[in-house]
């Protein structure tokens, strides 16, 4: 028996499943929204900033 012949047993008509963790497309939630790295590019240039003024001074 060939590989073909093997995989076309005992298959239905629609092979196909439903998705059960389906992908894309849906409506955005505008809570999980993902925020642009030069905010935290920002955060981390003031924090260091910050830290380079404040040490000097203890």
């Known amino acids: 028996m060939s590989d073909s012949d093997f995989y076309r047993r005992d298959r239905p ?6 998705e059960d ?3 894309g497309g ?7 929204r993902h925020r642009s790295p030069w905010i935290w590019i920002i955060v981390v240039v003031i924090i260091v ?7 000097p001074l203890i």
């Not at 008509?13 to 439903?18: F, K, S, V, Y």
């Not at 849906?26 to 999980?32: H, K, L, M, T, V």
């Not at 900033?49 to 040490?55: F, G, P, S």
């Open 13 to 18: 008509e629609n092979p196909e499943l439903p």
């Open 21 to 23: 963790r389906p992908r």
């Open 26 to 32: 849906g409506p955005e939630d505008p809570s999980r």
């Open 49 to 55: 900033l910050v830290v380079a003024i404040v040490v």
